[in-house]
């Protein structure tokens, strides 16, 4: 459900079975371990990359996997998710991709099913303030690609932290596996107490990072104490301040980009910038994902 909870061995798992996935994409060589697996993907809020990627990697790996949607469904007749969710299964589905405004919902939707005898493995594809897991570990992952490893280095979370799961599913995963991480924004978007370094001033935060990742206000989950306006925001953590990012550090943004105010379009050809690798790193990593809910030759450390 969640980063929390995963060992250094069981993040390397998955992480090492992305990198030989995408070996396999470039040369074609990709064995379906999926094939007539069924999988559904619950989206209950909105997404682009994260459930085409989830997408692509189920059908790369031989599976098939059929959109659940929401707005057209009997959810909006007021049946539960509970209910929903054991008619998909009872459908055939045997696993869920499930992304969900409120934090904790795969796992309660899980208890559900384990209570009422339905239980499938139900991947969490992003819920509420709480964790992006597969969001985190594509974030590593393109981390490693660039930098070898992510052991020993610096990365710089910068924007609306308190409100992001991206950021505390990649603090989690970072410190697990070694990295030093450093979060970096305006007082309303930080807080003390996550064991890690906290900044206030940007350019002090992101010295010396080996890279920087931007996050988007998260204007759906801001509460009007904490608001800050754009032009504000702008002037003081966004990629375009002069100096805030540091010469060869990597540009990082797990999208959607709010075009000139994290990033700028130049920032985003900058060649430091991985914004598209991030993306389509996505793909052997939720392949490696989808492998581990649903293989039980998977080999868990
Ligand atoms: N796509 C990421 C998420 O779903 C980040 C964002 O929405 O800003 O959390």
Redesign the pocket.
């Known amino acids: 459900m969640g980063i929390e909870g995963l060992n250094a061995p069981s993040l390397r798992l998955i992480l090492d079975r992305a990198h030989a996935h995408a070996d396999d994409i470039q040369t074609g060589s990709v064995e379906p371990t999926l094939a007539g697996r069924f999988i559904c993907s619950l989206f209950l809020e909105d997404?682009t990359?994260?459930r085409l990627s989830f997408e692509t990697a189920a059908r790369r790996l031989g599976a098939e996997i059929i959109r659940f949607d929401a707005s057209t469904s009997s959810l909006s007749k007021g049946e539960s998710l509970l209910d929903t969710a054991q008619t998909l299964i009872a459908g055939g589905a045997e696993c869920l991709v499930m992304r969900h405004a409120s934090s904790g919902a795969p796992a309660h939707l899980n208890a559900g099913l384990v209570r009422t005898g339905h239980a499938v493995p139900i991947v969490n594809a992003?819920d509420g303030m709480h964790e992006?897991p597969t969001?985190a570990l594509l974030d590593v992952y393109t981390l490693e690609r660039r930098l070898g490893t992510v052991e020993g280095k610096t990365v710089a979370i910068i924007g609306d932290i308190n409100r992001?799961?991206?950021a505390r599913s990649l603090t989690i995963a970072l410190g697990t596996l070694g990295a030093h991480v450093r979060h970096v924004g305006p007082r309303a978007f930080v807080r003390e107490g996550l064991g890690v370094p906290v900044f206030n001033d940007p350019i002090e935060g992101t010295r010396g990072a080996d890279a920087v990742c931007f996050?988007?206000i998260?204007t759906e989950r801001t509460g009007r104490a904490a608001y800050l306006p754009n032009t504000a925001f702008r002037a003081l953590y966004s990629g375009s301040r002069e100096g805030l990012i540091p010469e060869n550090a990597i540009i990082m943004h797990?999208?959607?980009v709010n075009r000139g105010v994290e990033l700028d379009a130049k920032t985003l050809e900058d060649p430091r910038c991985v914004v598209l690798d991030q993306v389509a790193n996505g793909v052997p990593v939720r392949m490696a994902v989808l492998e581990r809910a649903l293989l039980d030759e998977w080999g868990e450390a």
Do not use: A, K
């Open positions: 997404s990359r994260t992003g992006h969001q992001s799961r991206v996050l988007r998260q797990p999208g959607p």
